[in-house]
C-alpha cells in the first residue's frame, strides 16, 4: 500500500520530471550523461526516479572547494554512494565501492579442461617446431649457433641479418608474408624459411593461449587495484581532506550548475499543491487527492519549526479547517556524474563491470574458460539490488511556501506569527531555513503564511533541493 511519505516523493519525482520535459531545455544546458541514454535531444529525463533524502543530506552541487579546487569529501561521499529501489523510493546506502572491491576480490580467472588440453597439446607442438628449425638450420649452415640458448640465437641471427633494415621476433610473428619482411635471405636460408614459418606459427597459437590466463587475472587486479588503492598514478582523485579516493566525474562545474539553479529562464518549474489536515494530536496528515483518507505522517515529510513551536500544529490548535499549501520549485536542472571507467590500455580509472558480469553467467556452469568467482560467500548484494549508484539528479534551489487556511480566527492566528524568526524547514525529509512573512485577508477570513528560503546557496556550502535521481545498476539487463 502506498504511504504518505511514498506518495509525496513520487509526486514530487513525477511533477519534476514533466516540468524539465515541458521546458525542453537544450540538451548542452543539462549537461552530457557519462553513463546510458538518460537525456533525449529534448532534454527529457529518463530513467528518473523518485528519491528519499538520507544522512547525507540534500545534494551539495558546489562540488570543488573553491579554496584549492579540491573535490569536496560532502560532494564525494553524497555522489559515491551506493543506491538500492525500496518500494520504488531511491535509497542511499554505504559506498558503493565497498560492494565493488568486495565482489572484485573474489573474482578469478579459469581454464576449462578442454582448454587446458589445448594449452598442452600447444606446448607440444611449439617444442617440435622448435625442433625443426634448430634441425633445419644445422642442415642449412652445418651448425648451431653458440653463446647462448641456439634457437634464441637463430632468430636473433634471421632478424639481423636476414632484413634491411633489421627487423624483431614481434615483427616476424605478425609478418604476414615473410619474404617481403626477410629482403636478405641467404642461399642456404631457402630451406629454412618453410620450417621457420611453422614455428612462427606455432608461436603465435600457444602464446595466446598461455597469455589468456594472466591477461585476464592482470586487467581484473589492476580495476580492483584502482578502487583498493586510489592514488594519481591511477586516475583517482584526491579530496579537500587530503585523501585519495577512486576517480567520480561530474560533468558540469559548480559555476555551470549554480547558474543553472540561480539564473534560469523558469521554464523548468512546477508548483506542488498539496492540503494539510488535522490529527487528533493536532499533528498534520499530508493530502494529495493519492490514496484515500490521510494519515499521521512523519514530521519530517513536512514540517515548519519556529523558536521550537511547530507552527502547522500551533494553527490547528486554534482552528482545525484544513490548511492548503503551494510549495513553489522553480529552475530545476539536471546534473549528470558517476563513476571513473577502468581503461584496458591505460590501466587508469577502476569501474570494470566485465569480470563480475561474466562470474555471475558463469555461476553453475561448472568446467568454463572466464572469470568466475572463487566464492560467492557474502556476495548477495549483486543481484539484490543493492549493487548500485546514481547518475544524475534532477535539483533546484529550495522551494518557496505559502500556506493558506479560512477560518473566523484568522486575526488571532496571524497575531501569533507577527514576529517568527527563522523557520526551520522539512519537506519530504530535505531540510531548509526560510523567512516568514504574513498576510490577512478580511474578506476572506483568511491569512497566509510565506516562506521564503534562505542561505541555501552560500559559496562554497550549496545545497541543492533533490526532485529525483538516476540509478545505475551495471549489472542489471535492464535499467529503470
Do not use: C
Request: net charge negative; proline share 6%; no cysteine.
Amino acid at each position: 500500500m502506498e504511504t504518505a511519505t511514498t506518495a509525496l516523493a513520487t509526486r514530487i519525482a513525477t511533477q519534476a520530471t514533466q516540468a524539465l520535459s515541458d521546458a525542453k531545455r537544450p540538451k548542452s544546458e543539462i549537461g552530457v550523461p557519462a553513463m546510458a541514454a538518460e537525456v533525449d535531444l529534448q532534454g527529457t529525463p529518463k530513467g528518473f526516479v523518485p528519491f528519499m533524502v538520507g544522512k547525507l543530506g540534500n545534494f551539495p552541487f558546489e562540488w570543488q572547494n573553491p579554496m584549492n579546487l579540491q573535490f569536496t569529501t560532502d560532494a564525494y561521499r553524497w555522489i559515491a554512494s551506493s543506491i538500492s529501489l525500496v518500494n520504488g523510493i531511491a535509497q542511499q546506502g554505504e559506498p558503493f565501492t565497498n560492494f565493488y572491491i568486495t565482489a572484485m576480490r573474489q573474482v578469478q580467472f579459469s581454464q576449462s579442461v578442454a582448454d587446458q588440453r589445448k594449452l598442452a597439446d600447444s606446448a607440444k607442438d611449439l617444442q617440435t617446431a622448435q625442433s625443426a628449425l634448430l634441425r633445419a638450420w644445422q642442415a642449412a649452415f652445418g651448425s648451431l649457433p653458440t653463446g647462448g640458448a641456439p634457437i634464441n640465437k637463430v632468430i636473433d641471427d634471421i632478424a639481423s641479418n636476414w632484413a634491411e633494415p633489421s627487423t624483431t621476433f614481434q615483427t616476424l610473428l605478425k609478418a604476414p608474408v615473410l619474404t617481403r619482411l626477410l629482403n636478405k635471405i641467404p642461399p642456404a636460408g631457402g630451406a629454412v624459411l618453410p620450417v621457420l614459418s611453422n614455428y612462427l606459427d606455432a608461436w603465435t597459437s600457444n602464446d595466446a593461449l598461455v597469455d589468456l590466463g594472466p591477461s585476464k587475472r592482470g586487467l581484473a587486479k589492476a580495476a580492483l587495484n584502482g578502487a583498493l588503492y586510489p592514488d594519481a598514478s591511477n586516475g583517482a582523485v584526491q579530496l579537500d581532506d587530503g585523501s585519495w579516493r577512486p576517480a567520480f566525474d561530474f560533468a558540469s562545474s559548480p559555476d555551470q550548475i549554480r547558474n543553472n539553479i540561480e539564473n534560469g529562464t523558469g521554464e523548468a518549474a512546477y508548483l506542488l499543491d498539496v492540503e494539510l489536515e488535522p490529527t487528533p494530536s493536532n499533528g498534520a496528515a499530508l493530502s494529495m487527492g493519492i490514496h484515500g483518507t490521510p494519515a499521521e505522517v512523519d514530521p519530517n515529510l513536512f514540517s515548519l519549526i519556529a523558536d521550537g513551536r511547530d507552527l502547522v500544529s500551533a494553527v490547528f490548535a486554534v482552528d482545525k479547517t484544513a490548511i492548503s499549501a503551494e510549495i513553489d520549485f522553480k529552475d530545476l536542472t539536471i546534473v549528470h556524474f558517476g563513476p571513473r571507467d577502468f581503461n584496458i590500455q591505460t590501466y587508469s580509472g577502476w569501474l570494470w563491470p566485465t569480470p563480475l558480469r561474466d562470474a555471475l553467467a558463469n555461476s553453475g556452469q561448472g568446467d568454463v574458460t572466464g572469470y568466475t568467482f572463487g566464492s560467492q560467500n557474502d556476495l548477495e548484494f549483486l543481484t539484490d539490488g543493492r549493487f548500485g549508484f546514481l547518475t544524475g539528479v534532477a535539483i533546484s534551489h529550495h522551494p518557496s511556501i505559502r500556506l493558506r487556511q479560512v477560518s473566523s480566527d484568522f486575526q488571532t492566528i496571524a497575531s501569533s506569527f507577527a514576529n517568527l524568526g527563522t523557520v526551520e524547514v522539512s519537506v519530504s525529509g530535505q531540510n531548509f531555513q526560510a523567512t516568514a512573512s504574513v498576510k490577512v485577508d478580511a474578506s476572506t477570513n483568511s491569512f497566509t503564511l510565506e516562506l521564503t528560503p534562505q542561505g541555501t546557496m552560500t559559496l562554497g556550502n550549496g545545497r541543492a533541493f533533490v526532485h529525483a535521481v538516476q540509478p545505475f545498476f551495471p549489472l542489471a539487463k535492464a535499467q529503470v
